[in-house]
RNA sequence: GGGUCCAUAGUCUAUCGGUAGGACAUUGCCCUUACAAGGCAGGGAGCGCGGUUCAACUCCGCGUGGACCCACCA
C-alpha cells in the first residue's frame, strides 16, 4: 500500500485565509436565528473608538479574543449574538479633525466641523472593520452600527427623556471640573494628575482683632477674592490664640472667620490655609462643610470674572502676575518658593482644570449606590479579582454624574426652552432631534401656555451616555420586545480593565435605571497590551504597535493564537515579534502533523493497543484542561495545553512510536488500522479544541479531511477515555529521551540498531518501542 | 496618604506542602521517509528576612521591588 498525503503544501498558508472566510459568509454559519430553540447567548461588544491611526495592537488582540469568547459559547451550544458597532461619539474624534484640517472647533461653524469628523471617522471606521474581519471576528458585519446614527442617538435621546420623567435628571450649579481648552466641564474619570513647577505665595493678612499679621501659603493669589475662610490645625501651638478670631483679606480689605481644621497641615507652608471658591477639591469639600457662601472668581472663558474687581477681565496667568506684584508693592508678601504642585488636568488637552461653579444637567447615582454594589456583588467577573475595582469605585462615588457637555460631536440633549417662562420643554421620545438647528417640536409652551417660541438647547451629552445604552440598543430597547427578551440581560460584556469605572459603572447604572436588570451576566475584562519593555501602549508615549503589518504578514490565525497563548485572562500581555514567530512555527508544526495523518485512511472503530490508549488518556486530560480554560473564557490555558500536548507528546512521542505501525512495517492489519483510528481521533479532537482560538486552519484541514460542513458547527469535544494510562508519559518520555540521548552520544544514527533493555513499565508498549528505536532484545 | 493585584532562568509562564515543567531567546550536534518555519541534546530560575511544618516556590508575617486604581497638600 502506498501512502501519498492529501495535504500537499509543507506550511500554513495565511493566504488562504481570505477563501476559508468568503465560505464562512457564504454558508452564512455564524448568522444568529433568533427563532432559535438554542439558549440565546449576548456578547455586548464594546464598539471600537476610531480615534486615529493606527488602531492599538491591544485593542486588536482584546477583539479576537472577544471573538473567541463567541467560538467558545457556540461550541457549547449557545445561539451566539454577537453584534458588532463603532463608537463614534465623543471628543477624540474632535481633537483630531481638528489637528487633520488644523481647524478650531470654536472658529469653525457646527455643521461644517461636524460634516469634517464624519469624513474622519469613516476613514478610520473602514480601517478598523478591515481589521476586524481579518482576524476572523464572526461577528454580524452585515448589520454593524454606529453610535453616532439617528437610531443610536435616538435611543440615548428616549432613554434620557425617560430617565427625566423618572426624575432622576436634574440641573443644578455646582462646582464643576471646566476645562478652559476644550470648553466643557469634564468628569473625575477624566481628569489625570501631573507634577508641575509652581510658586507657593507667603502672603499677609491682618488679624483684625489685634492687627498682627498673619501669614498665608498659596498657590493661587489670584483667587484672593473669593476667600472666605482662612484655617488652622487645632493641634498646632503657633495658632492657638487666633480660635473663632477674624482675618482681614488684603487687597480687598473683607472680613473672614478664622477656624481650626484638621484639614490644614503644619508641616506645609506657614500652617494656614486660604479657602477660595474654588482652588481645589478641598475647596469644595470645606465650602459644603462649612457651608460658606461661594463667590465666583473665574468665568469659563478662564478670565477672572466681575467679583476680581481691577482684576476683572484678565486672564488668570495674568491676574496672578499681576496680584502678585501689587501684594510686592504694598510690602504684604512674605516670601516665594518654588513647589512641585500635583496639577489635575484635563486628559485631552493637559490644561489644568478650573473648579467653576456652572448650570450643568446631571443624573443621579448617588441614590442607586446600595443597588449598584447588590450588582457588582452578584456578577460573574472573568477573572475574579477584578471585581474589587468595579465594588472600590462604587464606593468612591460622592457626587451625581455630570452628563452635559459644550461640543460639538456628540448627541444632542434633546431640550428646548420657552422664551417666556424659560422652562425646559422635553419633546416625545422615539425620535431624533437636534434643537440646536431643528424647529421646536411644539408651538404652545407646555409650562406656560405662551407662544413667544423656544430657544434650543446647545449641548451635547457625555459619550457614555450613548455607550452606557449598548446593551439595550443591540437587544432593540422598546422596539422589539420579542428580540429584547432574548437577547437581553447580555451573556457577557467584553471590556479592558481601564473603563470598569467609566462604561462599565455607568452601563450599569443606566441598566437598572431603565429595566430594573442587571444590564448581563458577566463581565470579561482584559488586561493592557503593553510594549516590548512592559510599559503601556499609548499614542502620546509613541510606542504603539500597528496590527495591520503584522496581520499582514502571519493571518489572522497566527495572530490569535499568540495572544492567546501570551498571557492569562486579565493579566497585561507583551508584543514580541519572537513570540508572534514561534506561533507561527506551532501553526506549522499542525499543519504537518495533518499532513502526516492525511496519507493514511480514517477508521470507524479499532482494536486499540496500549500505546493508542496510553495517548488517548492524555488526549483526555489535555480536553479536561482545555473546558475548564473554554468554561472560564480564559484562553491561555486551552492555548497552551495544546501546543503542549501537541508538540512535546502527540508528535514528539506518540507519533514516533505509532510511525512503523501505521506504514504497516512489522504489525498486522488490525494494529495498523488501530494506529489510523487513533491518530485521526487525536487530530479530529485537537482541531475541535483549537478551532475557537485558531478558525481558519482547523477548518481548512477539517474540510479537507472530514467533511463539507464546517468544524464551526461541531461541539466542544468532551472527555471520554478515560483509560487512566497518562501515568505511564513520564515513564515513556524518559524512556525515549534516553535512547536518542544514547544515540547522539555515540554518534549513531537514529535508524540505528540497538541494544537496551526496556523497563518491565513499559512492557505494554514495548512492541512500538522496538520499532521505534529500531531495538535488539 | 489609602487600596487592589503581582514577584519563578535574559523574557513569558506551569506546578493550589513532597525530585521546579514548558515556551521564546541562547549553545552544540543532526537534512532520521509529516515538518530544517524541523529533530535531538546542553547551559540557565524560586526578591530578602523571619514564622508554621517531618517537609515551603507553594501557607502566614514583615520588608523590598513593580503594575494599576482611588484620594490629594493649600
Given at each position: 500500500?502506498?501512502f ?19 465560505t464562512?459568509?457564504e454558508?452564512?454559519?455564524y448568522v ?7 439558549k ?26 472577544i ?8 461550541m ?8 458588532i ?27 461644517k ?7 474622519a ?22 448589520n ?13 435621546q428616549?432613554?434620557?427623556?425617560k ?13 464643576n471640573?471646566?476645562c478652559?481648552?476644550?470648553g ?10 501631573e507634577e ?21 501659603a498659596?498657590t ?10 482662612i ?12 480660635e ?17 481644621h ?45 467679583n476680581?474687581?481691577n ?10 502676575n ?6 510686592e ?21 493637559k490644561?489644568?482644570?478650573?473648579i ?6 446631571y ?10 454594589l ?30 452635559s ?72 430597547y ?7 427578551k432574548?437577547?437581553?440581560p ?55 504597535v ?7 504578514k ?10 492567546a ?18 506561533s507561527?512555527?506551532f ?22 493497543t496500549?500505546?493508542d ?9 489535555l480536553i479536561?484542561k ?14 497552551t ?40 481521533l ?7 479544541l ?5 478558525p481558519?486552519?482547523t ?11 464546517s ?19 513520564g ?15 555515540k ?31
Amino acid at each position: 500500500m502506498e501512502f501519498k498525503p492529501k495535504i500537499t503544501e509543507n506550511r500554513w498558508n495565511p493566504g488562504l485565509e481570505e477563501k476559508i472566510r468568503k465560505t464562512w459568509n457564504e454558508e452564512k454559519i455564524y448568522v444568529f436565528n433568533k427563532n432559535t430553540k438554542k439558549k440565546v447567548f449576548t456578547i455586548d461588544t464594546p464598539p471600537p473608538y476610531p480615534s486615529g491611526r493606527p488602531w492599538h495592537i491591544g485593542a486588536a488582540a482584546h477583539y479576537s479574543q472577544i471573538d473567541m469568547i463567541a467560538r467558545t459559547a457556540r461550541m457549547m451550544g449557545f445561539e451566539v449574538f454577537f453584534p458588532i458597532g463603532i463608537d463614534r461619539n465623543g471628543l477624540p474624534v474632535e481633537n483630531y479633525t481638528e489637528k487633520k484640517y488644523n481647524i478650531s472647533i470654536h472658529e469653525t461653524s457646527r455643521e461644517k466641523f461636524i460634516n469634517l469628523c464624519v469624513t474622519a471617522l469613516d476613514d478610520l471606521e473602514a480601517e478598523m472593520i478591515q481589521i476586524m474581519k481579518v482576524m476572523g471576528l464572526s461577528g454580524d458585519f452585515d448589520n454593524y452600527y454606529r453610535t453616532d446614527s439617528k437610531e443610536y442617538r435616538t435611543l440615548t435621546q428616549t432613554t434620557f427623556i425617560k430617565l427625566w420623567d423618572k426624575g432622576l435628571i436634574y440641573e443644578d450649579t455646582r462646582p464643576n471640573n471646566y476645562c478652559i481648552k476644550c470648553g466643557t466641564t469634564i468628569a473625575d474619570a477624566e481628569i489625570e494628575y501631573e507634577e508641575l513647577p509652581t510658586e507657593l505665595i507667603y502672603i499677609k493678612f491682618k488679624m483684625k482683632e489685634t492687627g498682627k499679621d498673619i501669614i498665608i501659603a498659596t498657590t493661587r493669589p489670584e483667587l484672593l477674592c473669593s476667600c472666605q475662610a482662612i484655617i488652622y490645625n487645632p493641634k498646632d501651638e503657633r495658632y492657638k490664640d487666633l480660635e473663632g478670631k477674624h482675618a482681614i483679606v488684603p487687597i480687598f480689605s473683607k472680613e473672614v472667620p478664622i477656624l481650626a481644621h484638621p484639614y490644614a497641615k503644619q508641616e506645609f507652608g506657614s500652617g494656614i490655609v486660604m479657602i477660595c471658591s474654588y482652588g481645589d477639591y478641598s475647596d469644595v469639600r470645606m465650602f459644603r462643610e462649612l457651608k460658606l457662601k461661594e463667590i465666583i472668581a473665574i468665568t469659563p472663558e478662564g478670565k477672572m470674572g466681575k467679583n476680581a474687581g481691577n482684576y476683572a477681565g484678565l486672564s488668570i496667568k495674568d491676574a496672578r502676575n499681576k496680584i502678585i506684584q501689587d501684594l510686592e508693592k504694598a510690602g504684604l508678601i512674605q516670601k516665594k518658593e518654588n513647589i512641585m504642585h500635583r496639577t489635575p488636568l484635563c486628559y485631552r488637552s493637559k490644561t489644568p482644570i478650573e473648579i467653576i461653579p456652572m448650570k450643568e444637567y446631571y443624573l443621579k447615582q448617588i441614590d442607586f449606590i446600595p443597588e449598584l454594589l447588590k450588582i457588582a456583588k452578584n456578577m460573574k467577573f472573568y477573572p475574579e479579582r477584578h471585581r474589587q475595582i468595579l465594588i472600590d469605585w462604587i464606593n468612591s462615588l460622592t457626587i451625581d454624574w455630570p452628563v452635559s457637555r459644550r461640543r460639538y460631536y456628540g448627541t444632542e440633549i434633546p431640550i428646548w426652552y420657552c422664551k417666556n417662562c424659560k422652562k425646559a420643554c422635553l419633546p416625545e421620545p422615539e425620535k431624533y432631534y437636534q434643537p440646536w438647528k431643528d424647529n421646536p417640536p411644539f408651538k404652545t409652551c407646555p409650562h406656560c401656555k405662551s407662544e413667544k417660541g423656544f430657544e434650543g438647547e446647545t449641548r451635547t451629552f457625555d459619550t457614555w451616555m450613548d455607550s452606557s445604552i449598548s446593551p439595550l440598543f443591540i437587544s432593540k430597547y422598546g422596539k422589539d420586545d420579542d428580540f429584547f427578551k432574548k437577547t437581553f440581560p447580555a451573556g457577557i460584556r467584553p471590556q479592558a480593565k481601564d473603563i470598569i469605572r467609566t462604561w462599565l459603572h455607568y452601563t450599569i447604572l443606566r441598566c437598572y435605571q431603565l429595566t430594573k436588570k442587571q444590564a448581563f451576566e458577566g463581565a470579561w475584562i482584559m488586561g493592557y497590551g503593553v510594549d516590548e519593555e512592559g510599559k503601556r501602549m499609548s499614542k502620546s508615549k509613541g510606542n504603539v504597535v500597528d496590527p495591520l503589518p503584522i496581520l499582514e504578514k502571519y493571518g489572522g490565525d497566527i495572530f490569535r493564537f499568540w495572544n492567546a497563548s501570551e498571557a492569562g485572562l486579565g493579566s497585561d500581555f507583551r508584543y514580541s515579534n519572537d513570540k508572534i514567530e514561534s506561533s507561527a512555527k506551532f501553526l506549522t508544526k499542525l499543519w504537518n502533523i495533518s499532513r502526516f495523518i492525511s496519507m493514511f485512511p480514517e477508521e470507524k472503530k479499532a482494536e486499540l493497543t496500549e500505546t493508542d490508549k496510553w495517548i488517548l488518556s492524555e488526549l483526555n486530560e489535555l480536553i479536561k484542561k482545555c473546558i475548564e480554560g473554554y468554561e472560564s473564557f480564559d484562553f491561555f490555558i486551552p492555548a497552551t495545553a495544546l501546543r503542549e500536548f501537541t508538540w512535546n507528546l502527540f508528535a514528539s512521542h506518540y507519533l514516533e512510536m505509532a510511525k512503523s505501525r501505521a506504514y504497516g512495517q512489522g504489525f498486522d492489519e488490525e494494529e495498523q488500522k488501530a494506529a489510523w483510528y487513533t491518530l485521526h481521533l487525536v487530530l479530529k479532537t485537537l482541531l475541535k479544541l483549537f478551532a475557537p482560538i485558531s478558525p481558519f486552519i482547523t477548518d481548512y484541514v477539517w474540510k479537507e479531511l472530514y467533511g463539507k460542513e464546517s468544524i464551526h458547527l461541531e461541539s466542544l469535544s468532551k472527555p471520554e477515555w478515560g483509560f487512566g494510562l497518562e501515568k505511564s508519559t513520564g515513564k515513556i518520555t524518559e524512556f525515549n529521551t534516553e535512547i536518542w540521548k544514547t544515540k547522539k552520544d555515540k554518534g549513531l544514527s537514529l535508524k540505528t540498531e540497538i541494544e537496551v533493555k526496556i523497563p518491565k513499565e513499559l512492557k505494554q508498549f514495548e512492541k512500538d518501542l522496538i520499532n521505534m528505536h529500531n531495538i535488539r532484545i
